[in-house]
Structures are given as structure tokens and as C-alpha cells.
């Protein structure tokens, strides 16, 4: 009988190039995602209203931004032949 857990929350792997803060900063990246669509699902399904909802989307990016600064990851330097 497969794990209910994994049901609820699913998990995809990680392809990006292996370093530990990267791994960690993928799953609170998937659990991010995964809490904002139970969010917008209950705020679409009229169970909590709309600021509501905002808020705590707003609360979880400032956690994810909270994780990326703990972790060391900074932003990737821009490609000037991208232009």
C-alpha cells in the first residue's frame, strides 16, 4: 500500500548540480510550491479569502528567501551575451 504522505506531498528529484545547500533549497523550494497550491486551492474553493490567502503566501516567500540567505546561495551572475 503506497505511503499516504507521498500522496499528499510529493516530492520530485532533484537534476541540478550536487552541492548539499542545493538539495536542501530544492525541497523547501517543492514544499513552498506545494503549500501555495493547497492556499490558492482553499482560496479558490472560497474557504478563506482573498488577503488571507496573500498573507500567507507572502509569509512562506519571505521564509523561502529566509532559507536561501541561511543556505549562502546567491544570485546567479548575469549572462551579458543574453541581451
Known amino acids: 500500500m503506497p505511503d499516504p504522505s507521498?500522496?499528499?506531498?510529493?516530492?520530485?528529484?532533484?537534476?541540478?548540480?550536487?552541492?548539499?545547500?542545493?538539495?536542501?533549497?530544492d525541497a523547501?523550494?517543492?514544499e513552498f510550491a506545494q503549500k501555495v497550491t493547497y492556499i490558492c486551492s482553499l482560496e479558490t474553493g472560497g474557504k478563506i479569502p482573498?488577503?488571507?490567502?496573500?498573507?500567507?503566501?507572502?509569509k512562506l516567500w519571505l521564509e523561502l528567501e529566509?532559507?536561501?540567505d541561511r543556505l549562502g546561495l546567491e544570485k546567479p551572475?548575469?549572462?551579458?551575451?543574453?541581451?
Do not use: H, M, W
Open 28 to 30: 523547501n523550494l517543492q
Open 50 to 58: 482573498p488577503v488571507e490567502a496573500y498573507e500567507q503566501i507572502r
Open 6 to 25: 507521498e500522496f499528499l506531498y510529493p516530492r520530485s528529484r532533484y537534476y541540478g548540480e550536487f552541492r548539499p545547500e542545493y538539495l536542501v533549497f
Open 66 to 68: 529566509q532559507s536561501k
Open 77 to 83: 551572475p548575469e549572462d551579458p551575451s543574453a541581451d
